[in-house]
């Protein structure tokens, strides 16, 4: 029997519009939001992409529901293998690692494993076969937790500079960016 997320699920595509509705009935809705976050990380689910796609968009308003979810999510960030589910993710990572450094009492509160999932995952997403928006993500990332872990930093750098050459424009655009702010 499937679940009434499920059943929403199953209609989601790539649309804006049609992941944006979905993401809504899961605002509307905030019992759902702990199924979500556990289809994300189920890659033997169809929907886990589509899952994704919507914790996605629901982070963006309401990322201190992913509070009491952290120890699962950012301990699973390594099962993601596919790339429709990691863009999202990678750019849910970098919302939360934003908020945790925040300093104010609204953010989330990372503990010292979720940052160090977190940085293991940026990192592996950085030197593996992963495309554009991902890398881009986990190298913002990773600047963020670079002014907080002083060997961030230079492993960065050394892994933008080794690949730049070998990225599309917009890679380079972001490598750029963060490389002018490392300096």
């Known amino acids: 029997m499937l679940s009434e997320l499920q059943k929403k699920l199953d209609y989601v595509n790539a649309y804006r519009e049609n992941r944006l509705k979905t993401a809504k009935d899961v605002l509307e809705n905030p019992s759902l939001f702990s199924e979500l976050v556990s289809i994300c990380f189920s890659p033997q689910d169809k929907n886990n992409h589509k899952a994704c796609w919507i914790l996605e968009f629901v982070s963006y308003e309401?990322?201190?529901?992913?509070?009491?979810?952290?120890?699962?999510?950012?301990?699973?960030?390594?099962?993601?293998?596919?790339?429709?589910?990691?863009?999202?993710?990678?750019?849910?990572?970098?919302?939360?690692?934003?908020?945790?450094?925040?300093?104010?009492?609204?953010?989330i509160q990372?503990?010292?494993?979720?940052?160090?999932?977190?940085?293991?995952?940026?990192?592996?997403?950085?030197?593996?076969?992963?495309?554009?928006?991902?890398?881009?993500?986990?190298?913002?990332?990773?600047?963020?937790?670079?002014?907080?872990?002083?060997w961030i930093h230079p492993e960065l750098k050394v892994i933008i500079d080794k690949d730049f050459g070998d990225h599309s424009p917009a890679y380079k655009a972001v490598a750029k960016e963060v490389l002018k702010k490392i300096k």
């Open 110 to 150: 990372l503990s010292e494993e979720n940052l160090q999932d977190c940085i293991e995952a940026s990192f592996d997403w950085l030197i593996n076969d992963t495309k554009v928006a991902t890398k881009a993500y986990s190298i913002r990332t990773l600047y963020i937790l670079g002014n907080y872990y002083d």
């Open 62 to 107: 309401e990322l201190h529901w992913l509070q009491p979810h952290l120890d699962f999510f950012c301990s699973n960030l390594k099962v993601l293998k596919d790339e429709s589910s990691m863009r999202p993710i990678a750019k849910v990572t970098q919302l939360l690692v934003k908020s945790h450094y925040k300093k104010n009492e609204n953010g």
